[in-house]
């Protein structure tokens, strides 16, 4: 038979009269058998199919191996098999079963503990099992998927797995990078990093991320966990639960992702040590001047158990400090009503052009501690706690050509051209204007802390947990921005449409110095979030013997969440003609030599910059700044949330037939309170005609406090079913109702009013605390093949129908009186939908172990995913333009070719999305892109290993085109570039190592 271990197993297998600890509760008997593997530090071969319908006795005290397993395994009709030196071999079952039955074995395997399987027929005997062993060795890479195969097959529900390895085995900077590469699970990348995660097409904002099965606060101005906070290295795993559960928080119509820190008392007893130390390289940064392009990261972690077992104690520290350089395009086209070719329709042509480049530094310190304690042999202690500091200094330089479609930029209507499709390839400018240079000086520091306690007592068939939880996050963001003009504020220019991906803004007239520059406008933008949450639940489970129903679960949550923002956006503003200011004495050095070099058009390569602090330095005794405007309170927000949950779910098994089944089914029932604070625009005068009565000004007072509040409530079904339709090939099916709940922004109670004294038309816009959860009902089925040693074949399809959704312009005007004036205040609403998106999940991997020599460490790891979204929502209405929900990716495409022998691996990565809507920095399409990542290792012995990594090794822009944006337009546009931005390839070089 194959027999699979880790090679870091520090420990022969003991003998039967040894005498080892045991702390085992009643349960189904494979279970009790993987920890009796996993506490006496030995592996157990036994067969899968009849241990999972046996019910296992309780093991708690000291025991010899040989009596523990006599009393675990009493009455079950399993029986232990030793070798003639009492060596435990496996177990076997008293009925007679037939050749091929899956086998599994079980064992205490040293950082990971992976659940690693047999394949077998039943050997005869002690000796026979004996002398069937044939040992392969499995590590690295190639170890990590099996367990997460293992993990996916023995999971109570349709999910995909992380295994720490595989997080580890690419250069994923966060945890986003390493989620990524699951099947159906697409990135949103926002500086070369992985930010968010859409899963099965569905946006950021459908899902629901949680850590160690708890909630967690973030600064983003919606409910989004950005992920590129969390350091791969901190985390042991992460499981995204692709079908939903009762037991697990509401919130994620998409699917939720769990990440999972470290637990020391389901690990081994051995005391490790391990980090890695790894030099990075931006090949862009490296061009800019005064840089080499360096930077590091670094991670080192203790994990250990003491006190016989009994306490466990595991804490980490990972810190990053890197350059985050980029350069971008941007082509600021728009339609309007002008016809350029005089062919009758609209022309669609730039309005604006945009360079600018970004270097900073991201510095990142996260740090995590987990405290097991065995407080009797039923009750365990565990309190854990995760800190996260990014601080992140962005220096940028815009350099602007404004008026593009102005009839005085100096078009060349004879050379212009127009395509098919409306769009301008081509205009030439005899006095394209203005010009200007904007600076910015841009720090973001967020900071998380989250702390959890938990107790789980078990005994018998009874289990009893505890836990409470808290998070916090916080985030300080302050702007210098610093604009200029140019004084003779003209430029001759030729603007070209290069192709479908790139365009040229060409012969630009020499920019000239600082000197032609005079400082035009200060702006400093201020913004504090505060994001608090405190929670606690109490789960109990009783299981049943020889039932139909295996166990009842049911549970309660209460949770407390407020979140505020205060945002402050002052402006100063300068005569430029009457009051001209000199920038020559903050001039800098402008710090690229060739800049957007390779990206296919031609473009100004330098303009004059200066410091933007400096200018503040000054500007701050003698400029004055407006305090909380209108539009500052209407941008802050304070939100405060109250849930309270329950559950039930059964656990059932049986068998239909010859064929075994298991599944749950229960309901959750959710009831929220909102409770949203502002300020509200108050009218202090309205001024009419005297003749005619109508209204002509009003005038407003000042903002006066305003709270309002909602209450609504939620019941989500649930039903899984799996089954065994052979040993190796599952069929599963769930269907649940699911809940995604309103972005936290958008549920503020302020209101702001305005008139218009040329139109008379009265107006205002406000959030709104009525808005509820967007609904969704999800069916899902998948079938799992678990073939050759460590081969996955899997075909999943899905279905969710959508109930209600807040597109990005969902908003309703109602009118509301104020003083006896009617204002039209616009308001996001729900919108009612009936429709939803369907979609295919192909999931492949192998290690081609029949192949000769070294072949045999080649393997492939790949999924597919395609997705048909019947949801659409109109842009544009005027244009009829449409697009899909945000993140919807028509095409997934995951691909990895990987070779590990145990001492050296490499690994080659594929990973392309096809285009997608999404709402960030406007509404725009995100081209998806195509990124490769490398990684090569080399194990120097057991503790020490090289690495090297290359991320995007492509030097893969991120492409954004355009939606129209005017009522005019004739779209689509999206096959014009809006904006292209570079980060650029970066590699990593260092050492990892476990003592």
């Not at 007592?457 to 009893?464: G, P, Y």
């Not at 990716?889 to 070719?897: E, H, I, P, Q």
């Not at 490499?906 to 509404?923: D, I, Q, T």
Request: charged share 20%; hydrophobic share 40%; net charge negative.
């Amino acid at each position: 038979m194959l027999f699979w271990w880790a090679t870091f197993a520090y420990a022969a297998e003991p003998r039967s009269e040894q005498s080892v600890f045991f702390d085992i509760p009643r349960q189904r008997a494979d279970f009790s058998l993987t920890q009796f593997a996993e506490q006496a530090d030995l592996t157990l071969v036994f067969r899968f199919k009849s241990a999972k319908t046996k019910t296992a006795n309780e093991l708690v005290g000291e025991f010899t191996v040989a009596d523990g397993i006599e009393v675990l395994l009493a009455d079950t009709g399993l029986e232990p098999v030793f070798s003639d030196q009492g060596l435990l071999l496996s177990v076997s079952d008293e009925e007679s079963e037939s050749e091929g039955d899956r086998m599994n074995t079980r064992k205490k395997t040293g950082f990971l503990a992976a659940l690693l399987t047999v394949f077998s027929a039943a050997p005869s005997g002690a000796q026979d099992a004996a002398e069937a062993v044939e040992e392969i060795v499995v590590v690295g890479y190639r170890q990590s998927l099996f367990a997460a195969r293992e993990n996916k097959r023995n999971a109570e529900d349709i999910r995909d797995v992380l295994a720490q390895e595989d997080i580890g085995a690419l250069p994923s900077l966060s945890i986003g990078d390493a989620l990524n590469r699951l099947p159906g699970l697409a990135a949103d990348r926002d500086r070369g990093n992985s930010s968010q995660v859409s899963i099965r097409g569905l946006g950021p904002g459908f899902g629901l991320t949680t850590i160690n099965g708890r909630e967690m606060t973030t600064a983003a101005p919606d409910r989004d966990v950005r992920l590129d906070q969390f350091p791969s290295e901190l985390m042991r795993g992460a499981e995204v639960y692709k079908t939903s559960q009762a037991k697990l928080i509401s919130g994620g119509i998409s699917g939720v992702i769990n990440l999972q820190t470290i637990k020391p008392l389901e690990l081994d007893g051995a005391q490790v040590f391990s980090g890695q130390l790894l030099g990075a390289y931006s090949e862009l940064d490296a061009d800019r001047a005064g840089s080499n392009g360096s930077g590091y990261r670094g991670s080192a972690s203790y994990i250990g158990q003491h006190l016989d077992g009994r306490l466990g104690i595991a804490a980490g520290i990972a810190v990053r400090d890197a350059e985050t350089p980029t350069n971008r395009l941007i082509n600021g086209f728009f339609a309007d009503n002008r016809d350029f070719n005089g062919d009758g329709t609209n022309d669609f042509g730039p309005g604006n052009f945009q360079y600018r480049y970004t270097y900073g530094t991201d510095e990142r310190i996260g740090a995590y501690g987990t405290l097991q304690y065995d407080l009797t042999p039923e009750l365990r202690l565990t309190v854990d706690a995760l800190h996260t500091d990014r601080e992140g200094i962005d220096r940028r330089s815009f350099l602007q050509f404004n008026g593009a479609r102005a009839g005085n930029a100096g078009w060349d209507t004879a050379t212009s051209s127009v395509d098919a499709n409306n769009v301008m390839t081509h205009v030439d400018y005899s006095n394209l204007g203005p010009v200007r240079v904007q600076m910015q000086d841009l720090t973001q520091i967020d900071e998380s802390n989250a702390f959890g306690l938990n107790l789980n007592w078990a005994r018998d068939d009874l289990t009893v947990q505890f836990d409470v939880n808290t998070s916090r996050t916080t985030r300080d963001r302050v702007l210098y921005q610093p604009r200029a003009q140019r004084a003779v504020n003209r430029v001759a220019a030729s603007f070209r449409q290069n192709g479908d991906a790139s365009y040229s803004l060409v012969d630009v007239d020499e920019l000239g110095t600082l000197d032609d520059f005079l400082l035009q406008n200060l702006q400093l933008q201020q913004t504090d979030v505060e994001d608090e949450l405190s929670a606690f639940k109490v789960d109990v489970e009783k299981s049943f013997e020889n039932t139909f129903i295996t166990s009842v679960s049911g549970g309660v949550r209460q949770v407390s969440r407020e979140k505020s923002s205060i945002f402050d956006n002052d402006t100063q503003g300068f005569n430029v003609a009457a009051d001209p200011r000199s920038l020559q004495p903050y001039a800098m050095n402008f710090p690229y030599g060739s800049l957007f070099s390779g990206s296919g058009g031609v473009f100004p390569q330098s303009w004059p910059i200066f410091d933007p602090i400096g200018v503040f330095a000054e500007g701050s005794n003698s400029f004055a700044f407006d305090q909380e405007s209108s539009s500052d309170l209407a941008a802050s927000y304070d939100v405060e949330e109250d849930r309270l949950a329950f559950y039930i779910e059964a656990n059932f098994a049986g068998v239909l037939g010859s064929v075994p089944f298991s599944g749950n089914v229960g309901v959750r029932y959710v009831d929220t309170d909102v409770t949203s604070r502002g300020v509200a625009a108050e009218v202090l005068q309205v001024i009419t005609d005297p003749g005619t009565g109508e209204v002509v000004d009003v005038v407003f007072g000042a903002p006066s406090p305003v709270q309002l509040e909602n209450r609504f409530d939620n019941v989500l079904p649930n039903l899984s079913l799996n089954f065994e339709l052979t040993e190796d090939l599952l069929l599963r099916f769930g269907a649940s109702k699911g809940i995604a709940r309103s972005p936290i922004d958008s549920l503020g109670a302020t209101r702001s009013l305005g008139f218009n004294t040329n139109t008379g038309q009265a107006t205002g816009s406000g959030g709104n605390p009525f808005l509820e959860p967007f609904e969704s009902t999800n069916l899902d089925l998948s079938l799992e093949y678990y073939f050759a040693d460590d081969g996955l074949l899997a075909v999943a399809v899905f279905r969710k129908d959508l109930e209600t959704v807040i597109f990005p312009n969902s908003s309703e005007s109602a009118v509301e009186t104020y003083d006896g004036v009617d204002f039209e205040i616009t308001r996001p609403v729900n919108e009612s939908v009936d429709d939803g998106l369907s979609g295919v999940e192909l999931q492949y991997q192998q290690t081609f172990t029949n192949l000769p020599g070294l072949w045999s460490n080649l393997g492939v790891a790949a999924n597919l995913t395609f997705v048909d979204n019947d949801i659409e929502w109109t842009f544009n209405p005027n244009a009829q333009y449409t697009v899909g929900l945000e993140g919807v990716s028509d095409r997934l495409v995951n691909a990895a070719v990987y070779f590990d022998d145990g001492r050296f691996s490499a690994r080659l990565a594929y990973n392309s999305r096809e285009e997608f809507y999404r709402n960030v920095g406007g509404n725009r399409i995100d081209d998806g892109g195509e990124y490769v990542d490398l990684n090569l290792a080399y194990a120097i012995n057991d503790s020490w290993k090289i690495i090297l990594q290359g991320l995007n090794l492509g030097d893969e822009p991120t492409v954004f085109r355009h939606m129209p944006t005017s009522a005019n337009a004739t779209g689509p546009y999206d096959n014009v570039v809006n904006a292209v931005e570079y980060s650029g390839r970066k590699w990593f070089l260092g050492v990892r190592f476990s003592l």
